[in-house]
């Protein structure tokens, strides 16, 4: 029996389908106690992680090798003064080592921040302030040390630094340090209500806010992997995600290992859709889920049939008509779309793939009571467009929403405003009760899959001495879904040119993460405003 089952309770019709989903979490769960070690007791030779790195070589995990792994982790942890309620940055990549590496914090009570290796150095000393964070687990590679040291070097006491893999100066050697740690890790009482997980997502105002989960979070996602992703026991599930997103709490641990299906992972540094089938095909993945735009480059790069494949999964934007059909034609594999955020696990999705509607959000998932508000404050009816939002069971309970902004309570009372989650996100609903996704209420854009606020690069933009304002939009694009624009108002003495255009984008994107850079501007001579003076970004993108 699959270990899900004890934090459960789901009704499913004759067909398989599931028509009630609750969750019971005891008032200590912590996954890698209660799922992971579990695991490894009763089924210790079960395959939890296969891991394949750019270079052929690679590694299978069992879990009772991560299980040990992450005690070895704890005992070194804590050995620096790493404990519960503490914050640790996980900046790993796909490194093998963040699977052991956040379940050692688990285990310590800690709260994990996973972040990607493309931060800056500001974008580390942003989140080090904000979090109070006590230590930095980092990749030894793509410069990240550097820009860790950057970030952390003479301006903050008691951060402890680890690379894995290579010693870097100034760092501490984890994977050396673990190997003669003890394997043995008395179990650390912890509260489902403490922090178990912070992600750092873009909005519209302001810096990235620290989105909150606590350890009830992993299971939320058993709805995500089973019953969507059609995760199973003994299948092996690969969703293309770097450690640092929440796309890989969805998909890369938490369900997956609940239902019993270990993971597959590639570590690579560039991307390439050829290599990508090879792995599926040499390792026998049966469940992928990735956005839209990658199924787009498999299908430019004459995909090989990929017979171990039982379900297909997308998310982050919308799948069009030609990349779902011709996919479809060539696999038979219908891709399944589903819809959540950072804030939550899955809230809408295609669950069947004889249900599936192409281009819609698809139903909403048992776990939620979700529907439409209008601007008036109605519930919408069908056809009509509002805002998704989500309303507590009638115990108060949300499973896998988030418990708060990081220093930001009234933020966090605004989009609780009127007892019900805001999402920001509108759709209608139609006759059948399908879900079809309108737009972002605010101005977020997506951009190959990532979510970047508008205010983050502006703020760059206008430290150039040649902007007086400027404008940060999302305008279409084939390959990234949005491509990020700005219009840019010119300081008196400065004329628009193809020189002055380069030399502003470099000067932006030598300062941003490269998921953030600039691709297209257009100077103007003003920019559309309110009455009370503010830039309106919805007028003419």
């Known amino acids: 029996m699959s270990i899900y089952r004890n934090f459960c309770r789901e009704v499913i019709d004759e067909n398989g389908k599931l028509l009630s989903f609750s969750i019971n979490c005891p008032d200590n769960f912590n996954f890698a106690y209660d799922v992971v070690d579990c695991l490894a007791s009763n089924r210790p030779d079960k395959t939890a992680l296969v891991w394949k790195s750019d270079d052929g070589s690679d590694k299978v995990f069992t879990f009772s090798d991560i299980s040990e792994l992450s005690s070895k982790c704890a005992n070194v942890l804590r050995e620096y003064g790493i404990k519960r309620g503490d914050s640790v940055i996980l900046a790993l990549k796909k490194h093998y080592e963040y699977w052991y590496t956040v379940l050692a914090l688990h285990k310590l009570g800690a709260a994990a921040i996973p972040v990607t290796h493309m931060l800056t150095s500001y974008d580390?000393?942003?989140?080090?302030?904000?979090?109070?964070?006590?230590?930095?687990?980092?990749?030894?590679?793509?410069e990240v040390p550097e820009k860790v040291w950057g970030a952390v070097n003479g301006a903050y006491e008691g951060i402890n630094l680890w690379t894995v893999h290579e010693t870097i100066p100034g760092f501490m050697n984890l994977t050396d340090q673990i190997k003669s740690a003890?394997?043995?890790?008395?179990?650390?009482?912890?509260?489902?209500?403490d922090r178990m997980m912070i992600y750092f997502t873009s909005g519209t105002t302001?810096?990235?806010?620290?989105?909150?989960?606590d350890f009830s979070y992993p299971l939320s996602h058993i709805v995500t992997a089973k019953y969507w992703q059609r995760a199973y026991d003994g299948g092996l599930h690969f969703t293309l995600a770097e450690s640092g997103w929440a796309k890989a709490s969805w998909g890369k641990i938490y369900g997956q290992w609940l239902v019993g299906s270990a993971v597959m992972v590639h570590d690579f540094n560039n991307f390439d859709p050829k290599k990508l089938c090879d792995i599926i095909n040499e390792y026998g993945v049966t469940g992928f889920c990735a956005p839209p735009t990658v199924y787009r480059y498999l299908l430019k790069k004459d995909m090989p049939d990929m017979p171990s494949l039982r379900t297909v999964t997308t998310a982050g934007e919308v799948?069009?008509?030609?990349?779902?059909?011709?996919?479809?034609?060539?696999?038979?594999?219908?891709?399944l779309t589903g819809y959540g955020q950072t804030e939550?696990?899955?809230?809408?999705?295609?669950?069947?793939?004889?249900?599936?509607?192409?281009?819609?959000?698809?139903k909403p998932s048992p776990m939620y009571d979700i529907f439409l508000l209008t601007e008036d404050g109605r519930e919408a009816a069908d056809n009509e467009e509002g805002e998704i939002v989500i309303r507590p069971s009638k115990d108060?309970?949300?499973?896998?929403?988030?418990?708060?902004?990081?220093n930001n309570d009234e933020l966090y009372k605004k989009v609780w405003s009127g007892g019900v989650y805001h999402t920001g996100d509108s759709a209608y609903r139609d006759e059948s009760g399908t879900f079809w996704f309108i737009g972002r209420l605010d101005d977020v854009i997506k951009?190959?899959?990532y979510r970047v606020g508008p205010y983050e690069i502006e703020e760059v933009l206008l430290r150039h001495p040649a902007v007086y304002e400027c404008r940060i939009t999302g305008v279409p694009d084939e390959q990234r879904g949005q491509a990020i624009k700005a219009a840019v108002v010119l300081n008196a003495g400065f004329t628009g040119s193809k020189q002055l255009d380069r030399e502003l984008k470099e000067f932006v994107n030598s300062r941003l993460s490269e998921y953030k850079w600039l691709r297209i501007i257009e100077f103007v001579t003003s920019l559309p405003k309110t009455i009370s003076g503010k830039i309106i970004r919805r007028k003419s993108k």
Do not use: W
Request: charged share 20%; with cysteine; glycine share 12%.
């Open 344 to 362: 939550t696990s899955l809230q809408i999705a295609n669950f069947e793939a004889d249900t599936s509607r192409l281009a819609s959000m698809g």
């Open 396 to 406: 108060g309970g949300i499973p896998g929403v988030f418990t708060g902004y990081l």
């Open 182 to 193: 003890s394997p043995f890790f008395s179990r650390v009482e912890t509260s489902v209500n």
């Open 319 to 335: 799948m069009n008509e030609e990349i779902y059909q011709e996919f479809t034609a060539r696999t038979g594999l219908t891709p």
């Open 447 to 449: 951009t190959g899959g």
């Open 206 to 213: 302001g810096h990235p806010k620290g989105v909150i989960h």
């Open 124 to 142: 580390f000393r942003y989140r080090i302030e904000q979090a109070d964070v006590k230590g930095i687990i980092c990749t030894s590679e793509s």
